[in-house]
Nanobody, 123 residues
Framework: VQLQASGGGLVQAGNSLRLSCAAS????????MGWFRQAPGKEREFVAA????????YYADSVKGRFSISRDYAKITVYLQMYRLKPEDTAVYYCAARLASSVVTLTTGYSYWGQGTLVTVSS
């Protein structure tokens, strides 16, 4: 499984940004795809996840109502649309995959990781 994250950048607070995670190497119908983030000096934390087969979505409380995760079945790509960004959203964002039908929020629950993409939100 290969995961390629992209779309990070520098944005002002209140603006939006969309991250993409292109997946390859497997059929992902039995996978959970997740987004995590790691701010400087902090541990990596769960942001959102989507169950590929059912399209069910899950969010961390800190982003609920501001972020939206989705997937494009044909392009085998997962998106994280981020609205109303805040400076505290600044982090390196990682996409991850888990061969399962249930979502977990621990990093140890995901076997495959993409490289990170940096999101910087200025105040």
């Amino acid at each position: 499984v290969q995961l390629q994250a992209s779309g990070g950048g520098l944005v002002q607070a209140g603006n939006s940004l969309r991250l993409s995670c292109a997946a390859s190497g497997r059929a992902f119908s039995n996978y959970v795809m997740g987004w995590f983030r790691q701010a400087p000096g902090k541990e990596r934390e769960f942001v959102a996840a989507i169950v590929w087969g059912s399209n069910s979505t899950y969010y961390a409380d800190s982003v609920k109502g501001r972020f939206s995760i989705s997937r494009d079945y044909a392009k085998i790509t997962v998106y994280l649309q981020m609205y109303r960004l805040k400076p505290e959203d600044t982090a390196v964002y990682y996409c991850a995959a888990r061969l399962a039908s249930s979502v977990v929020t621990l990093t140890t629950g995901y076997s495959y990781w993409g490289q990170g993409t940096l999101v910087t939100v200025s105040s």
